[in-house]
């Protein structure tokens, strides 16, 4: 029989401390891990560096923690949709580094594999490209972008077991698998948790080995109103 990693949201999001990396999976509203995002509302964690694709809304999503002042720096591809994360930054109250989309994934993804970067001809000519390395492949222009990596990964996810085998639900995997890959602790919430052996091999998607932590999570609905 295999330990049970499954404890309570709370117990859960201690491990989040100040000065502390995290990553949250999600895009714009689908596949946020929101009842941990949720509960660290509740907490003393701040000064924290957030890698997400987008903060969503006002008061959803990672949404939650710019609101109340939890976030210091942030690498994210889109922010258009979330006034309060556009107000901060403009402000000078957050850093924001803005990546493009694919740039991201591969980034974390490069975080997850160990690898040492990744070329990409994205961004070249324009801001993105301020301050980094231009390495030229067959006659031809990259940027090296550098591995992102973090301490804690907040996953959302469909379906987990109590080994913390996951599995996602259509779009909802976006970057979820990828930061489940990328960070040293990695938390999973699961709109659905069954027991050990219930996941067929072909529905595990990221297996409990990179997994630290299992909670119960709600089902993530997508709202649109600012």
């Not at 660290?40 to 710019?66: C, E, F, H, P």
């Not at 992102?148 to 379906?159: M, P, T």
């Not at 996951?166 to 948790?193: C, G, K, Q, W």
Request: glycine content about 12%.
């Amino acid at each position: 029989m295999f330990p049970s990693k499954v404890t309570t949201v709370e117990d859960a999001v201690r491990h989040l401390k100040t000065g502390m990396t995290l990553m949250s999976g999600g895009f714009q509203c689908c596949g946020i891990p929101e009842t941990l995002l949720k509960a660290v509302s509740g907490t003393d964690a701040a000064d924290l560096t957030v890698i997400t694709l987008s903060t969503a809304l006002k008061g959803r999503g990672t949404g939650i923690l710019i609101h109340e002042g939890k976030v210091r720096k942030l690498y994210v591809s889109h922010i258009g949709s979330n006034t309060e994360t556009v107000e901060k930054t403009l402000n000078g109250e957050l850093e924001c580094v803005f990546v493009p989309q694919g740039t991201l994934a591969e980034r974390i993804r490069a975080g997850g594999s160990g690898l040492g970067g990744i070329l990409t001809p994205t961004g070249l000519g324009t801001p993105i490209a301020d301050g980094k390395e231009i390495l030229t492949v067959n006659g031809k222009e990259y940027l090296l972008e550098l591995p992102l990596h973090a301490d804690i990964a907040f996953i959302h996810a469909w379906k987990a077991d109590t080994m913390g085998n996951l599995a996602y639900h259509y779009s909802a995997r976006n970057y979820n698998p990828l930061m489940a890959m990328a960070a040293d602790f990695v938390i999973a919430e699961a709109e659905t948790i069954v027991e050990a052996g219930e996941l067929g091999p072909d529905e595990i998607e990221t297996p409990a080995c990179v997994v630290d932590v299992v909670v119960q999570g709600e089902p993530v609905r997508a709202r649109w109103e600012v």
